[in-house]
C-alpha cells in the first residue's frame, strides 16, 4: 500500500462530519405537545430498533461516502508486499529486449524493434533517481552488453539505441533466466525485469516444461522482484511468406549437370498469397555476386508449397546460392541461404588385389561403374570431362609410392594383406575427411584385416575367420539384399519401392562374416550396418573414422562369389558409395543463426590468424586449434546475423551461410492469459504498446491507484443513501 | 361565537332523525305515541277569544290580571350534543382551519347544530366530559337556550383525563327521551372501554352519531427535523425524527381508527371522521345532506 498524496489523508477527518450533524440535530429540536401521544409511543416501542438501524446505515453511508472521498486524494496505490509513503525508491532493473528476427516485423509504420526499442528507453528513462539497470539482447541466446546492473543510464540508453536486430529465434526462457541471473546476485530493495518482447507464441515454453517452470518459481519466490511486460506485438500471421528450406535434390552436387534445388515456401497466414515469385541466385564459386539463375511463380500459395528450381555449376568449389520470394512485412525471412560444395571431380584410387594372386575382374568393374566415360570411350567425346568419379587403378604394391592427399576416396578390391604402412596411411588418410571402400573376397586374409586395419579401426566390424555360405531357406546357394531398413545415405535410393527391385536382384553365395560392435548403454556408434543379407547378416558395414569414413562389403567386386557386378545395383552402390566417403565428413556449410561455424584447416596453420566477416560487414579475427588427428580447426560463434560469412587467409576462403529457424516466421502471438497460466505466482504488469512506459512502469511498481475504485464507492454509498432514504421515507405524504 | 355564514349556509337544511322517536312534529314530524305534555314557556296578555283554560289564575289572584300560559310545544326530536372537553382535544395543528382546535371545532360544530335544531323548534341537551360527564344543560326547544348551551361549551373545564366510556354510560342515564344523540370526540381512548357505552346508548334507543374531530396533523404526521414530542395528555416524552416514524405512526392511528369505525357500525352508530383542516360548515353541510339524502330513500322505501 502507498499514498501518493499523504498529506491528503487528513481530509478523512471530515468523516466526522455527518456524526456531528448528526449529534447536532439532536441536540437541536421544537417541542410539540401531542395529543395523539400514545399512539407515538406505541409506535416508536415497535419500531425503535428498525428506525435506529436505518438511522445508523444511513449514517455510516455518508460518513463513508466522506471518508472515502479523502482517501481518494490521498492518492492510494496498492502493490501486493510493497508499503511505502510518497513513491518509490530506487531499483535495480534489468530490460530483457526481445532482438529475435519476428521483431523485424511491421505492423504499422515502425518494426515491433522500434517500438522494443522505445518501450526500452522509456522505462530506462523513468527509472527512479539512483537506480541502476542493464540490458540483456533476447532471441534464442541471451547477450548482455553490459553485465550487471549500472547506474550509468545515459551509457545503457547509447548500447540500446546501436542494439541490433538478430536473425535468431525467440527463447522467452533463455532472456528470463539471463535476468535473472544478473538480478539475482543484487541485493536491492526492489528489483525489477522489464520484458519487451512481442509476445511470438513458439518463444514461450509449455506451462508443463520443469525448467521453466523451476525458473518461474524462484523468481516468484524471490523478494521485491516485479515483472513488467512491454507487449509490442500486434496483427497476427497474416501476410507473411517464408522461405522454409531449401535443398539440393541430390546430396552431392557436381559439375557434370543441372543442380536441382528445391525450395519450400510456406504462408503463414490465413489467407492465400496470391502470385508468388520465387528467384534463385547462384555465384561463380570465387566470391564474385550472385546472379539470377532461375524463377518461378506460385499462383495461390495456400500452407506449404515446394518449388523445384534448376541450375548449373561451371567449376567446382564452394557455391553461394540463395533463393528469395517477394517482400512483406517480414522481410528477413523471405530469403533462404545454402553453400554447396560442388564437386567437379571426385577422384578415387583403386587397389587392386588381383595383382597380388586374386581373382580378376573386381578393380576392373569397379572401375567401369565409376567412371564410365574412360572404360568405355565414346568416339570424339573427352571421357575425363564426362565422368565426375575419376578412377585410377593401381596394383597393391605401387600403394606406397602414392600420395593418397591426391585422392578423395581409395578402395581395396580384395587386396590379401595392406601393409601396416599402408595402413598408417590410410587411417591419416580417412581421418583427415576422405573415404575408404573395402571389397572382400577370397584374396583376403582375415586375421591380417582384423590386426592391421582392425587395430586402426579401418573395419567396421571383426572378420570372421573363413568366409561362409549363403543359402536360402530351402538350402540353395544364393540370398539376395534385404530390401527393408534401407536408411543409410547409400541405400536410401533403394528405398522407393520402385527401385527395391533392382537391389533385390544380385544373389550372393558367399560372403565374409562382420560381427559389427553394438554400442553399449545406449551410446552413439561409429559404426552402422548399410545394408543386410536376406538372412539378417550384413552385407555392407560402414565405420566413421576421424572426419572420413570406411564403408566394407562382404563380398569382392567380382564374379567369384556373387552376380553383384552384372546387375545395375552394383552401379548405383559402388557410385553412392564412392560419393557418399569421398568428401568425408564434410563442415556444415549451412547453420542456424547462432550456430558455431566450424571448418578444418590443415594443421599447419594452427596458430595463424584468419579474418571472419559476418553478412553485416563485421570482421573479427579467428585462430584455429590444433586437434587431436593433425587437423586444425577454426570456429566461429559469433553468427547471429542470417547471410554468407567468409572466413579466410591468404588465398584460401571458406565461405558459410546462416538461415534463421523456420519456426521463427510463425507470428502467431500469445495471448495475454496464455502467458500468465505460464507465469505460475508471478503476476506480471503489462504494457501495451500504446500505452506511456515510464506512467505504466510507475503504477505498477508504486502499485495500482485505488482511487478510482474509493471514488466509485463513495458515490455508490452517496446513491445507496439516497435510494435507501428514499425507499424508507413514508409514503403518500 | 357561532359564524353567521356558518349559520346561513346550515340553516337551511333539515335535521331528520333516522330512527323513530317518540313524539310528532307538527307538519314534520310523526310520533306513534298518543297523547302529550307540555311545558309552560312564558305569560302573554289575554285577549278577547283566548282559550279560558289557558288562563293562569294564579297571576289573577296575585295581579287582577288576566294572562294567557304559552307552552313549548313537546317535539319528536330530542338532539343531545356531548363534547368532549378534554386536554387531548385542545390540539392546534398548523393547518387547522381558523386555527380552532378540536374542542374549538367541536364546540362550534355543536353549536351550530344547536342553533339548527332550535330553529326547527326541536330540543337540544348538551353536555361535556373528560372523564366523566363534567357539564350539562338540560335539554329546551327555546330559543334562548342557544346561549346557554354555548355557555357550557365554552366554560368547559380542562381534565387530563378521558373516560369516555364512563361518559356514554352517564349519558344513557341522563338521557330517558329517545332522541339523536351527537358525540364529538377525538376517541383517544381504549375501544375497549368505548364500545360498552356505545352499546348503552344505543340500547337507550337513541340514534347515535360519533363525531370523531381529528386535527389535520394527527392524520397526517407531517413533522420535520427533530422534534421532541410531549403529551398533551398522556404522559410521555418522545424525541425522534418523525419522517423516519410516520408510516409506522399513520399505521397505528388507521389501526385504531378502523376499530373504533367497526366498534361503531357493529353498534348501527353512524360514524363521522371530522378533520379540523376543513370548515366546519363543510363538514356538517355534507353530513346534514347525506342524512337528507338516506331519509329520502328511506321514505320512498
Known amino acids: ?733 | 361565537m357561532i359564524d353567521p355564514e356558518v349559520l346561513a349556509k346550515i340553516g337551511r337544511l333539515d335535521l331528520k332523525a333516522r330512527a323513530i322517536v317518540e313524539g310528532f312534529m307538527t307538519g314534520m314530524h310523526k310520533s306513534p305515541y298518543k297523547g302529550y305534555s307540555v311545558e309552560f314557556a312564558q305569560h302573554r296578555g289575554y285577549v278577547p277569544g283566548d282559550d279560558l283554560k289557558h288562563i293562569d289564575w294564579k297571576v289573577w289572584g296575585k295581579s287582577e290580571r288576566f294572562y294567557i300560559k304559552q307552552y313549548e310545544a313537546e317535539t319528536n326530536l330530542v338532539c343531545t350534543l356531548l363534547v368532549d372537553s378534554s386536554t387531548s382535544m385542545r390540539y392546534v395543528g398548523k393547518d387547522a382551519h381558523g386555527k380552532l382546535s378540536k374542542l374549538a371545532w367541536a364546540q362550534l360544530a355543536a353549536a351550530a347544530l344547536t342553533y339548527l335544531v332550535l330553529n326547527q323548534s326541536d330540543a337540544v341537551a348538551a353536555g361535556t366530559f373528560a372523564d366523566g360527564i363534567n357539564g350539562w344543560v338540560e335539554r329546551s326547544t327555546r330559543k334562548i337556550h342557544l346561549q346557554r348551551v354555548v355557555d357550557l361549551l365554552e366554560q368547559a373545564p380542562e381534565t387530563k383525563q378521558t373516560g369516555i366510556g364512563k361518559a356514554l354510560h352517564d349519558l344513557a342515564q341522563r338521557v330517558r327521551r329517545r332522541g339523536i344523540v351527537m358525540v364529538f370526540s377525538d376517541l383517544f381512548d381504549d375501544v375497549a372501554t368505548l364500545l360498552p357505552g356505545l352499546a348503552h346508548l344505543r340500547h337507550g334507543g337513541h340514534e347515535v352519531v360519533v363525531v370523531q374531530v381529528l386535527d389535520h396533523d394527527e392524520l397526517t404526521f407531517p413533522f420535520e427535523g427533530m422534534v421532541q414530542f410531549k403529551g398533551l395528555e398522556a404522559p410521555g416524552i418522545a424525541l425522534c425524527h418523525p419522517r423516519s416514524v410516520k408510516k409506522a405512526f399513520l399505521d397505528e392511528l388507521h389501526k385504531h381508527l378502523t376499530a373504533v369505525k367497526a366498534a361503531c357500525q357493529k353498534n348501527g352508530i353512524e360514524y363521522v371522521q371530522a378533520d379540523t383542516h376543513m370548515p366546519v360548515d363543510v363538514v356538517l353541510s355534507a353530513y346534514l345532506a347525506r342524512r337528507e339524502h338516506m331519509a329520502a330513500a328511506g321514505g320512498r322505501g
Open chain 1, 1 to 733: 500500500m502507498n499514498l501518493l498524496a499523504p498529506l491528503l489523508v487528513g481530509f478523512t477527518v471530515l468523516g466526522a462530519v455527518p456524526i456531528i450533524i448528526h449529534l447536532l440535530n439532536r441536540s437541536r429540536f421544537r417541542v410539540v405537545e401531542w395529543a395523539a401521544m400514545e399512539f407515538l409511543l406505541r409506535t416508536l416501542q415497535k419500531n425503535s430498533r428498525r428506525v435506529q438501524l436505518r438511522d445508523v446505515i444511513l449514517m455510516l453511508l455518508r460518513t463513508a461516502a466522506v471518508v472515502l472521498v479523502a482517501l481518494a486524494l490521498a492518492r492510494p496505490t496498492y502493490a501486493p508486499g510493497r508499503f511505502a509513503i510518497g513513491g518509490s525508491g530506487s531499483v535495480s532493473a534489468v530490460v530483457v529486449l526481445d532482438n529475435s528476427l519476428s521483431m523485424g516485423c511491421r505492423d504499422a509504420v515502425d518494426t515491433r524493434f522500434d517500438l522494443a526499442r522505445k518501450a526500452a528507453r522509456s522505462a530506462i528513462e523513468g527509472l527512479p533517481k539512483g537506480s541502476a539497470a542493464t540490458v540483456v539482447l533476447m532471441s534464442d541466446v541471451a547477450v548482455s552488453e553490459v553485465a550487471e546492473p549500472t547506474q550509468d543510464l545515459a551509457y545503457l540508453l547509447t548500447a540500446l539505441d546501436q542494439a541490433p536486430l538478430s536473425d535468431g529465434g525467440t527463447a522467452i526462457a533463455t532472456g528470463l533466466q539471463a535476468a535473472w541471473s544478473i538480478l539475482g546476485k543484487v541485493s536491492a530493495s526492489a528489483r525489477e525485469i522489464y520484458l519487451v518482447t512481442d509476445l511470438q507464441a513458439r518463444g514461450w515454453p509449455a506451462a508443463d516444461d520443469v525448467a521453466w517452470a523451476e525458473l518461474v518459481r524462484t523468481i516468484a519466490a524471490a523478494k521485491d522482484v516485479r515483472l513488467f511486460i512491454a507487449d509490442v506485438g500486434r496483427g497476427d500471421a497474416a501476410g507473411n511468406v517464408a522461405v522454409e528450406k531449401v535443398e539440393f535434390s541430390d546430396d552431392l552436387v557436381g559439375t557434370d549437370g543441372e543442380a536441382t534445388v528445391l525450395a519450400t515456401l510456406r504462408n503463414h497466414g490465413e489467407t492465400p498469397a496470391i502470385g508468388v515469385s520465387v528467384d534463385l541466385l547462384v555465384d561463380d564459386g570465387k566470391g564474385g555476386e550472385l546472379r539470377p539463375s532461375a524463377t518461378a511463380l506460385v499462383d495461390e500459395l495456400s500452407g506449404t508449397a515446394q518449388v523445384r528450381l534448376a541450375c548449373r555449376f561451371d567449376r567446382g568449389g564452394r557455391h553461394r546460392i540463395e533463393v528469395r520470394t517477394g517482400p512483406d512485412r517480414l522481410p528477413a525471412d523471405n530469403t533462404r541461404r545454402v553453400v554447396v560444395d560442388v564437386v567437379d571431380k571426385i577422384k578415387v584410387l583403386i587397389v587392386d588385389g588381383a595383382a597380388e594372386g586374386g581373382v580378376p575382374g573386381g578393380a576392373t568393374f569397379l572401375r567401369a561403374a565409376l567412371s564410365p566415360g574412360i572404360s568405355m570411350p565414346a568416339a570424339g567425346v573427352d571421357a575425363s570431362a564426362a565422368d565426375q568419379i575419376e578412377a585410377t587403378v593401381v596394383a597393391p604394391g605401387q600403394l606406397a609410392g602414392l600420395t593418397l592427399d591426391d585422392f578423395q576416396a581409395v578402395v581395396l578390391s580384395d587386396v590379401a594383406q595392406p601393409s601396416a604402412a599402408v595402413a598408417d596411411a590410410l587411417a591419416s588418410f580417412v581421418a583427415g575427411g576422405r573415404g575408404l571402400l573395402i571389397f572382400l573376397g577370397g584374396n583376403v586374409q582375415p586375421a591380417a584385416y582384423n590386426r592391421i586395419l582392425g587395430e586402426r579401426g579401418l573395419l567396421p566390424g571383426t572378420l570372421g575367420s573363413a568366409p561362409r555360405a549363403l543359402l536360402d531357406d530351402k538350402g540353395v546357394a544364393g540370398i539376395g539384399f534385404a530390401t527393408a531398413d534401407l536408411t543409410h545415405p547409400i541405400v536410401a535410393f533403394f528405398a522407393d519401392k520402385a527401385a527395391q527391385p533392382w537391389l533385390a536382384q544380385p544373389r550372393f553365395r558367399q560372403a565374409w562374416p562382420l560381427a559389427v560392435a553394438v554400442p553399449a548403454n545406449g551410446a552413439k556408434a561409429d559404426t552402422a550396418v548399410v545394408a543386410r543379407f536376406a538372412d539378417g547378416q550384413p552385407a555392407v558395414t560402414s565405420r566413421a573414422v576421424g572426419r572420413g569414413e570406411v564403408v566394407a562389403f562382404a563380398a569382392p567386386a567380382d564374379k567369384e562369389w556373387s552376380d553383384l557386378p552384372l546387375r545395375p545395383a552394383f552401379l548405383m552402390l559402388t557410385r553412392r558409395a564412392i560419393q557418399h566417403i569421398a568428401l568425408g565428413s564434410r563442415p556444415r556449410l549451412t547453420l542456424a543463426v547462432n550456430e558455431t561455424i566450424v571448418q578444418g584447416v590443415p594443421a599447419r596453420d594452427a596458430g595463424e590468424t584468419f579474418i571472419a566477416r559476418d553478412p553485416r560487414g563485421g570482421e573479427s579475427r579467428l585462430v584455429p586449434v590444433a586437434g587431436r588427428d593433425g587437423t586444425a580447426v577454426v570456429q566461429l560463434s559469433a553468427t547471429a546475423f542470417a547471410g554468407f560469412y567468409e572466413i579466410a587467409r591468404d588465398n584460401v576462403t571458406f565461405r558459410f551461410a546462416t538461415n534463421p529457424p523456420a519456426e521463427e516466421s510463425d507470428l502467431a502471438l500469445l495471448a495475454r492469459e496464455a502467458v500468465a497460466e505460464r507465469l505460475p505466482g508471478l503476476v506480471p504488469a503489462w504494457i501495451g504498446a500504446d500505452e506511456n512506459v515510464a506512467v505504466r512502469i510507475e503504477h505498477g511498481r508504486t502499485g495500482r491507484e485505488l482511487w478510482p475504485l474509493l471514488f466509485a464507492i463513495a458515490v455508490a454509498c452517496l446513491v445507496a443513501e439516497s435510494i435507501l432514504a428514499l425507499v424508507w421515507a413514508p409514503k403518500g405524504t
